[in-house]
Nanobody
């Protein structure tokens, strides 16, 4: 089993920054691939960034160059640094994990999910 707890969401003005954190615990083999997934009201779920077991990262095109996914293995924490935020980034952001060795922002099959943290960007 894997437990994921997000924090760091909030409200910010356009072009502002936020850093999301995800505290992870449980079976490490079940969280080889970690991702940040967002869902806005009325829209489909979207993987914005993914981090594989080899340190490989992947981003959806709309956030590339603005968002950075990283991890601190000593703290079992996953981060999402979000810069130059736009109103269209407003969504609930979820931390997710899977044991897959394959990991990219196009992969949507995660087995474990956090409870989510809200990000609101005003213009």
């Amino acid at each position: 089993q894997v437990q994921l707890v997000e924090s760091g969401g909030g409200s910010v003005q356009s072009r502002g920054s936020l850093r999301l954190s995800c505290s992870a615990s449980g079976d490490t083999n079940s969280r080889r691939c970690m991702g940040w997934v967002r869902q806005a009201p009325g829209k489909e779920r979207e993987v914005v960034a993914a981090l594989g077991v080899r340190g490989d990262t992947s981003y959806t095109a709309s956030v590339r160059g603005r968002f950075t996914i990283s991890e601190d293995n000593t703290k079992n924490t996953l981060y999402l640094q979000m810069n130059n935020l736009k109103p269209e980034d407003t969504a609930m952001y979820y931390c997710a994990a899977t044991g897959s060795f394959l990991c990219s922002a196009t992969m949507t099959s995660y087995n474990y999910w956090g409870q989510g943290t809200q990000v609101t960007v005003s213009s």
